[in-house]
């Protein structure tokens, strides 16, 4: 019986070194706030999920036909975003929805068309897919549809997406791609509070439905002094965070981090400078930013959580090949997710983390 218990006490001491050990490899990268605000003024320090809360408060304040609505949403919601703002505004234009994601875009398609300004939450971007149908077949074709008679561009869809450190296969996917394929869409990812706030109202007074995807790792990762007025950055430009001579590494989202990371990482060890790129809007997006950049430096490296096969940087890879082909000093590089599953305890491994790009601009600068 001792021997048995012994036993028990060490597996259950490894059991808890392991999930130590993975919630310290759960944040994969270094946060870089932004420094350069885009309006002057006063500022306020706030991370993610407050920008994006005040966000929605500056628009339920000024527009007296915004509506937000959601699973959970009354309260705050799962990550807190929308906290407070029922208490202000009322039941009547913050409330809950039935666990129904297809019955939320179709309500919200339908608020948009009425003329009321929709933001809908679904809890995760996971669960976007039942929705799916609504927004591509329905908010996406109804301007055209209607020959410009009518549209629900007032639609805004937001989305926790991406990896979160423990999510799973259920909790921590980057759909962005899917609905890039869809014309009438706009797509859009921010990387911070400041692009956050300025990127969701610019999203939410759009004549285009909008799916704003919310890296949710990102909500609580740090703060910025955030402008307090109001504020929007415009849709489908990219914005270059560092500039340098030797490649181009582009990416969105939580991966803009990664990538400026790597990017010191490079200047210290290599002696070589690189310009970042976050593109922001994934539809459209701004080609000929990037397409400059990879002009001067002649290689590029893309990095995505997303799977590799038909993530999103596959399509800017065609557009830089066919763009800056005689530029070009090595074949254009992808660190993305893997073609399988999102793991749980294997995230880790899974995720584009510093040391796969590092590893690939090298072999773009050894080329």
């Known amino acids: 019986m001792t021997s048995l218990s012994t036993k028990s006490i060490v597996f259950h001491k490894l059991i808890r070194n392991v999930n130590n050990y993975a919630k310290r490899m759960s944040s994969h990268f270094i946060y870089y706030p932004d420094k350069e605000r885009p309006v002057d003024g006063e500022t306020t320090k706030m991370n993610m999920m407050q920008a994006i809360n005040n966000a929605m408060d500056i628009t339920l304040k000024n527009d007296p036909t915004a509506v937000l609505f959601g699973e959970d949403v009354a309260f705050g919601g799962v990550f807190r975003c929308a906290l407070g703002l029922q208490e202000k505004y009322g039941k009547d234009r913050v409330f809950n929805t039935p666990l129904c994601e297809q019955g939320i875009a179709g309500f919200g398609i339908g608020l948009a068309t009425a003329g009321a300004t929709a933001i ?20 996406a074709k109804a301007r055209y549809r209607s020959g410009g008679e009518y549209d629900s561009g007032a639609l805004t869809v937001r989305a926790p997406c991406s990896a979160v450190g423990h999510g799973g296969l259920y909790h921590s996917q980057s759909p962005e791609a899917f609905f890039a394929h869809v014309p009438g869409l706009r797509v859009v990812v921010p990387r911070g509070p400041i692009a956050a706030k300025g990127l969701l109202l610019a999203c939410i007074r759009e004549r285009d439905p909008c799916v704003f995807l919310e890296p949710k790792i990102l909500y609580r990762s740090a703060a910025e002094e955030v402008p307090v007025e109001d504020y929007t950055l415009p849709l489908g430009k990219a914005q270059t965070l560092r500039v340098g001579a030797a490649a181009t590494l582009v990416g969105w989202g939580t991966q803009v981090h990664v990538l400026l990371e790597v990017a010191d990482m490079a200047r210290d060890k290599l002696g070589v400078t690189c310009d970042v790129i976050d593109l922001q809007s994934i539809l459209p997006w701004d080609e000929e930013t990037v397409c400059n950049s990879v002009k001067k430096t002649g290689r590029c490296l893309i990095s995505h959580e997303a799977p590799l096969t038909s993530g999103f940087g596959a399509e800017l890879a065609a557009t830089v090949q066919e763009e800056c082909f005689l530029h070009l000093e090595a074949p254009i590089a992808r660190v993305t997710g893997w073609d399988a599953p999102f793991p749980h305890v294997f995230e880790p491994f899974y995720l584009p983390d510093k040391w796969r790009c590092y590893q690939a601009l090298i072999q773009l600068i050894n080329y």
């Open 120 to 139: 809908a939450e679904i809890q995760f971007a996971d669960y976007i897919f039942p929705a799916f149908d609504q927004i591509v077949n329905e908010a």
